[in-house]
């Protein structure tokens, strides 16, 4: 079964919308969690690292008021899409690793998000 | 910098095997893995490997890493209609799972019948 949640699946709002995305780690404790951006047909794009307790720290170019990170918890961080366009539109996806064992990383299903 | 890349594009007939090459940059990675996504689907972990191994099987995936090379394989038996997606090989650059993964680009492979 899944090991990392990742909700809604398909989202689609209007213009100017708030859009919160919710990455849950199901059975493990995770204090880094990543948040990617996926254009059609392109490889994923790093947006930024979320850290349990602490900022997020967003690559370059991302812009961290208009892409707000939380992580309050070892199991739930959310991305939320502040005040979004059509050119949000895009495949955002989570990944987590169990902060205490030297598994690999898992990805939530993403979200589709689609801005009219 | 970190780097990993692989060739976009594979073609393969059903019942033959299929290999998807990557190479990397950084010597340091422990992990290296093989992530598999079907069109609009997220992300599925097919299989990873650690540095300090050569070869791993999981029934019919077989992942050779020379890592003098820096060069990964992945190798599916048998491809089938269903293994029709894109292939991401990505390491993780260090010791530890919470660091950041490197991607290459993707190989999309297609499987004709």
């Known amino acids: 079964g899944a090991v990392v949640s990742q909700h809604p699946s398909w989202v689609i709002c209007k213009s100017g919308t708030s859009v919160k995305i919710e990455c849950r780690s199901l059975d493990f404790q995770a204090t880094t969690m990543f948040w990617y951006r996926q254009f059609p047909k392109q490889s994923l794009m790093l947006m930024a690292t979320s850290n349990e307790g602490s900022k997020a720290t967003y690559e370059q170019g991302v812009e961290k008021d208009k892409f707000l990170i939380n992580h309050a918890s070892l199991t739930l961080s959310t991305l939320t899409v502040t005040s979004a366009h059509p050119e949000d539109s895009s495949f955002y996806i989570c990944?987590?690793?169990?902060?205490?064992?030297?598994?690999?990383?898992?990805f939530g299903d993403g979200t589709r998000l689609s801005i009219l | 910098g970190e780097d990993v890349e692989q060739s976009l594009f594979l073609s393969v007939r059903e019942g033959d095997s299929s290999v998807i090459n990557c190479t990397y940059t950084?010597?340091?990675?422990?992990?290296l893995y093989w992530y598999k996504q079907e069109p609009g689907a997220g992300l599925q972990l097919l299989t990873y490997i650690f540095s300090n191994m050569d070869m791993k099987q999981d029934q019919r995936l077989t992942v050779l890493l020379n890592k003098k090379d820096k060069h990964l394989s992945l190798r599916i038996a048998d491809t089938q209609t269903g293994d029709s997606a894109i292939y991401f090989c990505a390491e993780n650059g260090g010791a530890g799972n919470n660091r950041k993964l490197i991607w290459g680009l993707g190989t999309s492979l297609a499987v004709n019948p």
């Open positions: 950084d010597s340091s990675s422990t992990y």
């Open positions: 990944s987590a690793g169990d902060t205490y064992s030297n598994q690999p990383q898992h």
